[in-house]
């Protein structure tokens, strides 16, 4: 488990770190050796609690799909792609998810809009500002997990198939009607 130190932490490490990630998209089905499922949703969880948000809101959720439920996510896209791509231009759209597809793993990230929508009813003040406060919490949890799972030797990508596929996924993996996806980030061991 993670946990807070007081020792002197220096920013190279960290820097390291944000400069070796990529957007890597040869991913193959496996894990590093020394990395587990559970380490991955230990990354997740840490990354969504600890990342800051505007008026501690915390309104940032994620869920982590792991082999056959991501690939399942990953056929839900191909489908919905398939009925609005021409046919001419599906190739290339069908090697680029089968790519995603190919990986251990995806990270879906939410936003929970009544956490938003509770606190522009608390500070009218700010009423218009919470939804893009939301979205950088959002994205810096994205930084975050992306930047982690590079750490441990996990190529990952973000990708935007929303909103073809939130009611699919909200159905398929019952999750509540008031979370709005914003993120997939298929990952898996470089290939």
């Given at each position: 488990?993670f946990?807070?130190?007081i020792?002197?932490?220096?920013?190279k490490?960290f820097?390291?770190?944000?400069?070796a990630?990529?957007?890597?998209y040869?991913?193959?089905?496996?894990l590093?050796?020394?990395?587990t499922?559970?380490k991955i949703?230990?990354i997740?969880?840490a990354?969504?609690k600890h990342?800051?948000s505007?008026f501690?809101?915390q309104?940032?959720?994620?869920?982590?799909?792991?082999?056959?439920e991501?690939e399942?996510?990953w056929?839900?896209?191909?489908?919905?792609l398939?009925?609005?791509?021409?046919?001419d231009n599906?190739?290339?759209?069908?090697?680029?998810?089968?790519?995603?597809?190919n990986g251990y793993?995806?990270?879906?990230f939410?936003e929970?809009v009544?956490?938003?929508e509770?606190l522009?009813?608390?500070?009218?003040?700010y009423?218009?500002?919470f939804?893009?406060?939301?979205?950088?919490?959002?994205?810096?949890?994205?930084?975050v997990?992306?930047?982690?799972?590079?750490?441990?030797?996990?190529?990952c990508?973000?990708?935007?198939y929303n909103?073809?596929?939130?009611?699919?996924?909200?159905?398929?993996?019952?999750?509540?009607?008031?979370?709005?996806l914003?993120a997939?980030?298929?990952?898996g061991?470089p290939?």
């Amino acid at each position: 488990m993670f946990r807070r130190t007081i020792a002197k932490l220096t920013s190279k490490p960290f820097m390291d770190t944000v400069l070796a990630r990529r957007s890597i998209y040869g991913i193959c089905p496996e894990l590093p050796s020394d990395l587990t499922e559970s380490k991955i949703e230990e990354i997740v969880k840490a990354s969504i609690k600890h990342v800051p948000s505007a008026f501690n809101s915390q309104s940032t959720r994620a869920v982590v799909l792991f082999r056959k439920e991501h690939e399942k996510m990953w056929d839900f896209t191909m489908s919905v792609l398939k009925a609005i791509v021409p046919a001419d231009n599906f190739d290339s759209t069908e090697k680029r998810i089968n790519g995603f597809k190919n990986g251990y793993g995806t990270v879906m990230f939410f936003e929970e809009v009544t956490a938003i929508e509770a606190l522009q009813k608390k500070f009218p003040t700010y009423q218009d500002k919470f939804p893009d406060w939301s979205q950088h919490t959002n994205a810096m949890n994205q930084f975050v997990v992306w930047t982690a799972l590079e750490a441990e030797g996990l190529g990952c990508s973000l990708q935007h198939y929303n909103p073809l596929i939130d009611q699919q996924i909200k159905n398929e993996w019952k999750l509540p009607g008031t979370w709005s996806l914003v993120a997939q980030m298929p990952f898996g061991k470089p290939s």
